[in-house]
């Protein structure tokens, strides 16, 4: 279930929005900026619904301060209603905005709305290959077999996804050194054959399993993404 952080000193209103989210989503709930850090450097939070005129610390600076370290989603609720408001509203970080009063029902479908995008975001990011035994994070440069991390190299990793980004096209050696470690290197044949051994050592492939030795051209990647 995702979770939800709901952070408003509004009891009545935080009951509300409760009432509206819970059978779909996990509730967390904080009446003050300073618990709603709290709440989320201790939990994985899927989207935050945060109101701006708080106690202790801002729903601003709640805001600033989140996204210094999470692009986690985040609705802000707040009495001002002008488009300046608004717009100040979007500098400091929000991916939607919505004046109070405001229909429970609509908040419902925006929160719906953004966490739909967001999956699907993280979903185009991710490459997975045999149903997900595998998993790919280009960004974060991660590969996980059944959840476990495959501790590649940089350099690795970078071999791996020249190789995927070029599917079912052979790539020699002096190519992928090129896209790989630049025109200044040299000696790249036998250092090739090494860094794919590796990779297939780590990602513990069998013998031609997604990387495929085509003898006196190359290498290729082949499979389902």
Do not use: W
Not at 67 to 83: C, F, G, P
Not at 118 to 124: D, G, T, W
Not at 157 to 169: A, D, P, R
């Amino acid at each position: 279930m995702e979770k939800i952080l709901v952070v408003e000193d509004e009891a009545k209103i935080r009951k509300i929005i409760k009432s509206y989210l819970k059978d779909d989503y996990s509730i967390l709930e904080a009446e003050d900026g300073e618990k709603a850090l709290n709440i989320f450097k201790n939990n994985e939070i899927d989207l935050i619904i945060l109101d701006l005129m708080l106690p202790k610390v801002s729903g601003e600076e709640v805001c600033q301060k989140i996204r210094q370290i999470s692009d986690v989603a985040i609705i802000m609720l707040t009495a001002k209603s002008s488009e300046e408001d608004k717009i100040d509203g979007f500098n400091y970080g929000a991916d939607d905005y919505l004046s109070k009063p405001f229909s429970p029902r609509e908040l419902l479908m925006r929160v719906k709305a953004i966490l739909r995008r967001s999956q699907n975001k993280e979903r185009a990011d991710i490459i997975s290959l045999n149903n997900g035994e595998y998993k790919i994070y280009p960004e974060e440069m991660i590969v996980k077999k059944n959840n476990n991390d495959c501790e590649l190299t940089n350099t690795e990793f970078k071999i791996l996804m020249t190789l995927i980004n070029n599917s079912e096209q052979v790539l020699n050696r002096e190519q992928l050194a090129d896209k790989v470690m630049g025109l200044e290197f040299s000696g790249f044949d036998r250092t090739i054959d090494v860094h794919i051994k590796n990779i297939r050592k780590k990602l513990d492939l069998e013998k031609d399993q997604y990387i495929v030795t085509v003898y006196g051209a190359g290498y290729k990647f082949i499979g389902d993404i």
